[in-house]
């Protein structure tokens, strides 16, 4: 495995996406102990305090561009899988790119796709999980959670090995079983909030390209991309 550390980093994803452009190979790693501008979606600040583990991985996929949605929800699922193995603790994975424990955020994911110096399309996939031992900070303790994790090294590993099946994953959509396992919300009432409002729909089904299939109240069926939608479920 190609894998540099740091000490501390603006961003991983900023830093894998030099490496990307540069020609790094799929599944080149980037791991920071600290990041001091660590982002999510939508450029929402994501606090990396010491003790959390922060990584991204340069993917270079063979599905069509238009089908890099699905990128997203795949590595959550690899993350998840690799979360099981080294704690044995199962979190509910939220569309589009949260991992959840108790309620909370666990770990946030964010896929930038990007182009390198050949023409070549890449995609850089960021990973932050809450995996110290010391207090969350105050800004987020009320809605973040934490797992220890005694080797953040062999949890790193973990993720990777599971992406290394990624267009496996892909070509045989066994990602998806998966998913639906653990995406508590599906079969429910969500809030659907993007920049014309909040909605109302419930959850119907994740399809192969990574979106939602959702039901509004007047019976229409549509399937969300990530985009600038966020979710969360609606009692």
Known sequence: MNIVYYDSLASTNDEA??????????????????QTEGRGRLGRRFLSPTGGTYFSVVLRPTIPRADYGAIT???????????????????????????????????????????????????VVGVGINTGNEPL?????????????????????????????????????NWQPYYRRYAAFLGHNVMLTDKEGAKCARALDIDGRGGLVVAFADGTVTTLCGGEISLRQSK
């Open 137 to 173: 900070p105050s800004e987020i303790a009320a809605i973040a959670a934490v797992l220890p994790v005694a080797d953040k090294n062999a949890l790193i590993a973990a993720a990777l090995e599971e992406l290394s099946s990624l267009d496996t994953a892909f070509s045989t959509g």
């Open 73 to 123: 929800p795949v590595c959550a699922v690899a993350v998840h899988r690799a979360l099981v193995r080294l704690t044995g603790v199962a979190p509910e994975i939220k569309w589009v790119n949260d991992l959840l424990l108790d309620g909370k955020k666990l770990c946030g994911i964010l896929s930038e796709s990007s182009i390198d110096k050949n023409g070549d399309p890449f995609v």
């Open 17 to 34: 996406r030099k490496r990307g452009v540069e020609g790094a190979p799929h599944l080149f790693c980037v791991v920071a102990d600290t």
